[in-house]
């Protein structure tokens, strides 16, 4: 799974690379997937074979590690609607494929999840999840739990109603379906059903927090992360943004957006939900990673979850109870003045909120968040987690719209501009137990992929302009880096070769919400494009061009 | 949020109009039945007679010629103004922004995938392109496709010459 494991670590406890040999990293083999378009997925190792999907049209390749310069074993075409493009908010991305029994399962761009022979590449079965014209698009990296593959949509720019759905692994069967918003028999809310905070307790809440009917077009997609505790059979998920993003148009908590619930994975039926976002008024996503820890608290063990949130905060979150044990900023956060520990809400700052025809200026963070989706590790060595993150500022003017289905449901015309210090990105190392940053690398440009902790004491992460760098995991010394053929908004990962070696893999492909103007070549002239960000990313187009290449790193034979 | 409709020649036949653009089109076009100029004919109630994409003509063919209701459309400031807000209203610009893009292309590069005659793009709006551009002929009617068209046809114009730097935040880390 592209997470590395159920608890989302992104750590390797391979440590053949460390610190000490990294310097001599150099390339084992490269492979062009042939889709210039931005590259977010994670490539997967098993049994000796890479699996890698491509952004649409999402094509799977199976590369045979055990055969010199791991040719094509097989790949795989769906083929996806051509008109599946001009519904996906963000570029064309894919996040990867996962793993299980023999079966790689990925999802399309037009709602289809399929399942793969993992020796053959022969189609198993093919469910159609969702619909195009209705602004449905699926982007996530699936997630196989107790025989059951866990897939959400994309589309909360476009009114979509989001949901989480799991199908039988076997037959691709719909075993149950949890919408965000709507009644609670809809959202698989029932007696079960105990939330930390009052405010998330209440019946129906996914219909009375909404003015009439707007639920339907509410948002709450689920593009994101998923986290499984085996132990308390619990998943962990967020929900998205709600729609529109003119928040005047929603009066109420909107809930479930911007919302993690825990569920089970046999029935779907949440446990407890956690709204970080009520009445989400800055497009601040719940769609980021959940990373499972068991850490000491004020001296108790507690099972904890950590998530930076979109909204900039980093919530410890008590895994079983949904309780909050520390929301700390991790970057320049103005938009909300703290996590108020009572009651679970942001105290949000008046002065950012956001007006109908007023430019409320210099909201920060920005619309994609502190952080975006790209996600961060954890290294049981070090106690830290490496987050990979964004530096930025925006305007925001509220604007009416209208929801016609199948076009964009956002009302909101955004500026994005780097955030305090000019430096667009930041890599942050975060002592959870602490709450604070022990280092941090500026970046020029935003962050925009993964991270990786290893037990060689080094961790990984690419930029936008292409370079794929080794840092100390202790110190954030630069350790290694290597330019690679276009910007990198993917997830690295480490495997043991069939030879027993350590290989680092990473696909090279700029692109992603931050990475369109590359990618889908825009037009700088407009800093309102790409929902914002055209402005902010004018000089990408100077630094980097559209690429789609796997490269893979080892040390040198001796 | 909306202002009268500025073109005279906006012809709305209401019985053929999908609810949704029903209420867009009451909302703008209330004020319209004031308008006191005449309108010049041939009415705006169709589209091109005949238009290519391609700009290959085997054996010497030549192009369509361009249509006469398009000629009027072109360049004409009361179009392009009501355009522009139809193109706002049917979220063209969700996905065009201010014509850099971002969904969908950007509109005022001057490169034009499928042709950057006015009745090319009347027929991209219309029709719809294989990439992800939606059919709007279903949805609505001449005039107003002839007006999202020459709003789109104005806005490589109208774009400035260079890219607009956008400073970063004054405040202080």
């Known amino acids: ?558 | 949020m909306s202002s009268p409709c500025r073109n005279p020649e906006r012809r709305v036949d209401t019985l053929r109009l999908p609810a949704i653009v029903l209420v867009t089109w009451l909302a703008i076009g209330a004020n319209e039945a004031s308008a006191q100029h005449a309108p010049p004919a041939p009415d705006a109630d169709r589209g091109p007679n005949a238009v290519s994409v391609s700009g290959l003509f085997p054996g010497g063919s030549a192009p369509p010629p361009p249509d006469p209701i398009g000629q009027r459309f072109e360049g004409n400031k009361e179009a392009i103004a009501d355009g522009k807000e139809l193109f706002g209203q049917m979220n063209c610009s969700g996905c065009h922004f201010n014509g850099g893009g971002g969904m969908g292309p950007a509109l005022m590069s001057g490169h034009w995938r499928y042709g950057g005659q006015i009745d090319q793009i009347y027929s991209s709006i219309a029709q719809g392109r294989p990439n992800g551009m939606p059919s709007w002929q279903g949805s609505l009617v001449p005039s107003m496709i002839w007006e999202l068209a020459a709003y789109v046809k104005s806005l490589p114009e109208t774009a400035p010459a260079s890219p607009t730097v956008v400073p970063g935040t004054d405040i202080k880390p």
């Open chain 1, 1 to 558: 799974m592209p997470s590395k494991n159920y608890a989302a670590t992104r750590y390797s406890a391979m440590d053949e690379i460390n610190g000490a040999n990294v310097k001599n990293l150099q390339v084992a083999f490269t492979f062009s997937t042939g889709v210039n378009h931005g590259q977010e997925a994670a490539p997967i190792v098993v049994n000796n074979t890479m699996y890698i999907v491509t952004p649409y049209p999402n094509i799977v390749f199976a590369l045979d590690l055990a055969k010199p310069g791991a040719p094509m074993k097989w790949s795989y075409q769906p083929r996806p609607a051509t008109a599946s493009q001009g519904v996906a908010c963000c570029d064309v991305v894919n996040r990867g494929a996962a793993y299980s029994d023999g079966k790689v399962f990925f999802n399309t761009l037009d709602d289809n999840t399929i399942a793969l022979d993992a020796e053959t590449g022969k189609e198993l079965w093919k469910t159609k999840l969702g619909d195009i014209n209705t602004g449905e698009t699926i982007t996530m990296a699936p997630l196989v739990v107790k025989g059951k593959v866990l897939v959400g949509d994309s589309g909360g720019e476009l009114g979509v109603r989001g949901w989480l759905t799991a199908l039988d692994v076997n037959t691709g069967k719909i075993v149950w379906r949890a919408y965000a918003t709507g009644p609670d028999k809809d959202v698989l809310i029932g007696p079960g059903f105990h939330s930390f905070y009052p405010s998330d307790n209440g019946t129906d809440l996914g219909v009375k927090t909404w003015p009439t009917d707007a639920w339907k077009t509410g948002g709450g997609t689920m593009w994101g992360w998923i986290a499984y505790d085996p132990d308390l059979n619990l998943i962990y998920s967020g929900t998205a943004n709600p729609g529109p993003w003119n928040q005047e148009q929603r009066p109420g908590d909107n809930k479930w957006t911007t919302t993690l619930f825990a569920r089970d994975p046999d029935t779907g039926a949440a446990k407890w939900a956690l709204q970080y976002n009520p009445h989400d008024e800055h497009d601040y996503d719940g769609i980021n990673e959940q990373i499972l820890v068991d850490m000491t608290v004020d001296g108790k063990p507690r099972k904890v979850l950590l998530h930076p949130d979109r909204n900039g905060h980093l919530y410890v979150v008590d895994r079983e109870s949904g309780e909050i044990v520390s929301a700390k900023p991790y970057g320049y956060v103005n938009s909300i003045l703290q996590i108020d520990l009572k009651t679970g809400r942001p105290v949000m700052n008046p002065d950012k909120l956001t007006k109908l025809g007023t430019v409320v200026r210099d909201i920060c963070p920005t619309a994609s968040g502190l952080k975006d989706w790209n996600p961060s590790a954890f290294s049981p060595v070090t106690g830290l987690m490496y987050i990979p993150h964004e530096n930025l500022c925006m305007d925001w003017k509220n604007v009416q719209v209208s929801y016609i289905a199948g076009t964009p449901f956002v009302g909101a015309e955004v500026v994005t501009k780097a955030g305090p210090g000019g430096n667009r990105g930041q890599f942050t190392a975060w002592d959870p137990v602490e709450g604070k940053a022990v280092w941090t690398i500026k970046e020029d440009l935003p962050l925009w992929s993964g991270a990786m902790a290893t037990a060689g004491g080094l961790v990984f992460y690419g930029t936008m302009d292409g370079w794929f760098k080794a840092v100390d995991a202790k110190t954030g010394e630069l350790k290694w880096q290597f330019k690679t053929g276009s910007g990198i908004i993917g997830q690295p990962v480490a495997y043991r070769g069939p030879d027993g070696h350590e290989y680092v893999a990473i696909l090279s492909g700029v692109g992603g919400w931050a990475g369109a103007i590359v990618s889908g070549d825009l037009d700088p002239r407009d800093p309102t494009g790409a929902l914002g960000f055209n402005g902010v990313m004018a000089d990408l187009k100077a630094k980097t061009a559209p690429g789609g290449t796997l490269y893979v790193f080892s040390l040198p034979k001796s």
